[in-house]
């Protein structure tokens, strides 16, 4: 067998050594973290060593971080009717952007007739001026912008969203799982209001994830009920091994996120020179600032079902789309957002990169690209 290339860490990472030894340590304790005696202190401070870590790489507050079973409960959670900051009166509408991950666009709880979409233009950024029509034609809203793309890698220009949406009294809710320790920020530069973080994109354990709150914003309410955990917001015995493992994870990427952020740039730069000697290849939102890892692009007659599998055959992991259960490719909410015409946008593969992706790899996936464009690519 030879060896395998892996090109998706847009859709999880392999898991840290640092995480893995965080996780192993945690299976050890006995107690419940909600328990007072010397068992339950023991699982409590693994909790809240990694929701200071937490806090800390995006500049929040321990006490402001809730621990969730992932990106999608933690999206969901943020999405609540009511929220409020300052004086502002409490949001009873939604506005999300055209190209947001599907559990923003379900909408949490909002009521479908309150939710309202964010066009975005052909590079993929969010409408700026869209979305100031949007916040004067209607009460308060929460507007829900993510911070990269997870397709595209484009990444939005929130602080600019954040200065329209508090102008109007509105919340800003950041997407930030798919930027997390790929490129610097924090609550002040972003100005979110709230922001969802996941940690199997990081190296982290899968099943863990976080919301976290700017200060003085209020009106969250918990989407599980019961015990009072995580300060009566999410409710359940919390994780303990996986939230462990998700401080570890955070502490090593951040650690490590200036120098990556640069090699994944160097080497997504050379990819993309070598897909570019195929004529007429398109690499979608290139013309703006995206993640240093990703690249999804495509060619004329290129179909990305039969991409993918051509690409597994010889040994390189790659995504196009968004897969669902079954994993079957369907198009790209993306890039119809974006107003592409359906025949481009139905080849678009995706490659992402991470902090053990070598120059080797990037080689190894060029030589199978142009195995594969000889075969696949018509005309």
Known sequence: MFERVYFD?????????????????AWELSGNPSSVHSEGRKARRLIEDARAAVAKAVGGRPQDVVFSSGGTEANALALTPGLRRGTSGPVTRLLTSAIEHASVLAGGRFAPDAIGSIGVTRSGVVDLDELRALLNDGPPALVSVMLANNETGAIQPVADVAEIVHAAGGVLHVDAIQAFAKIPFDLTSTQADLMTLS???IGGPKGVGALVLAEGVEGLEAWLRGGGQELGRRAGTENVAGISGFGAAVKTAMAALKVDAARMRGLRDRLEHGLRQTPGLVIFSEEVKRLPNTVLFTAPGLKAETAVIAFDLSGVAVSSGSACSSGKVQP????????????????????????????????????????????????
């Open 9 to 25: 860490w847009n859709a999880t990472t392999p898991l840290r050594p640092e995480a893995k030894a965080a996780m192993a340590a």
């Open 332 to 379: 790209s909410h993306v890039l119809a957002a974006m107003r592409y015409r359906q025949e481009l946008a139905q080849g678009a593969v995706r490659l992402s990169l991470g902090w053990s992706t070598s120059e080797t790899d990037v080689d190894l996936t060029l030589k199978a690209w142009r195995k594969l464009a000889d075969t696949l690519v018509k005309g």
């Open 199 to 201: 940690a199997h994109k």
